[in-house]
Nanobody
Framework: QVQLVESGGGSVQPGGSLRLSCAASGFNSDYYAISWFRQAPGKEREGVSC??????YYADSARGRFTISRDSTKNTVYLQMNTLEPEDTAVYYCAVGEACWYTDYWGKGTPVTVSS
């Protein structure tokens, strides 16, 4: 069955970096859109980045700091997050669908805390 497992979250100081992983199983992620979302406490969930085939997309808050990529041999999508800010604190989820931001299956999320 389709499964997405996020990992790589944690606590980091402002200006630090983290790399999130989204390991997919039950389907070939090369042929679908993998989107990263985040939800901060008390806020609505928002789209952060997406990769579909060779195209990548970023929210304004992520552009220039985050990079999405894939390793087809591992069926895994990554989100490299640099220059992290306290505002990036959230639970990060990956999801799969036919198009970016249109999702059918979700992972359980990985928490990211940016604090000094």
């Amino acid at each position: 069955q389709v499964q997405l497992v996020e990992s790589g979250g944690g606590s980091v100081q402002p200006g630090g970096s983290l790399r999130l992983s989204c390991a997919a199983s039950g389907f070939n992620s090369d042929y679908y859109a993998i989107s990263w979302f985040r939800q901060a406490p008390g806020k609505e969930r928002e789209g952060v980045s997406c990769i579909r085939e060779d195209s990548t997309y970023y929210a304004d808050s992520a552009r220039g700091r985050f990079t999405i990529s894939r390793d087809s041999t591992k069926n895994t999508v990554y989100l490299q997050m640099n220059t992290l800010e306290p505002e990036d604190t959230a639970v990060y989820y990956c999801a799969v669908g036919e198009a970016c931001w249109y999702t059918d299956y979700w992972g359980k999320g990985t928490p990211v805390t940016v604090s000094s």
